[in-house]
């Protein structure tokens, strides 16, 4: 008897995207963390207002539904994430990264993105008429299912 092996399926976009969430009543929020809508590529954000265990603002980028993707999925993305300054154009904060998203890591990003103490000070440009803006920008290179 012969047996077969699946090979695994791969998908060589690249896609890219960039996304835009706005959150109104920011200072408001009480949730400790914040998920967007998902957007076309399958990702989404994740923000936690007050910080995750830290007194910076964090922001990662997260494989939304990752729990019911095949088994054995991993995306590879590079990725940007701002957080718009909306005063002063050129104090837009932008950090980029890159990941291999899988089941184990199904989030990553930010723990220490941007100070609480700049975001919230309404001199600073980052939070207007307590509304926060974020940016993504998304380069999916490659998905592989197993």
Not at 28 to 45: E, N, P, Q
């Amino acid at each position: 008897m012969e047996e077969t092996v699946d090979a695994p399926v791969v998908i060589d976009p690249p896609w890219a995207a960039r996304f835009t969430w706005t959150i109104e009543n920011f200072s408001k929020v009480t949730a400790k963390k914040l998920y967007s809508d998902a957007f076309f590529i399958g990702g989404r954000l994740l923000v936690f207002p007050k910080g995750n265990t830290t007194d910076h603002l964090s922001m990662y980028l997260d494989a939304a539904d990752s729990i019911s993707l095949p088994h054995g999925w991993e995306t590879y993305a590079q990725f940007s994430v701002s957080v718009v300054n909306r005063t002063h154009s050129e104090s837009t904060i932008r950090k980029d990264s890159q990941h291999r998203f899988n089941a184990l890591e199904s989030d990553w990003g930010f723990t220490s993105f941007m100070p609480l103490s700049d975001l919230y000070d309404p001199s600073k440009g980052y939070l207007l008429n307590d509304t926060f803006i974020v940016e993504a920008d998304v380069v999916v290179k490659k998905i592989l299912y197993n």
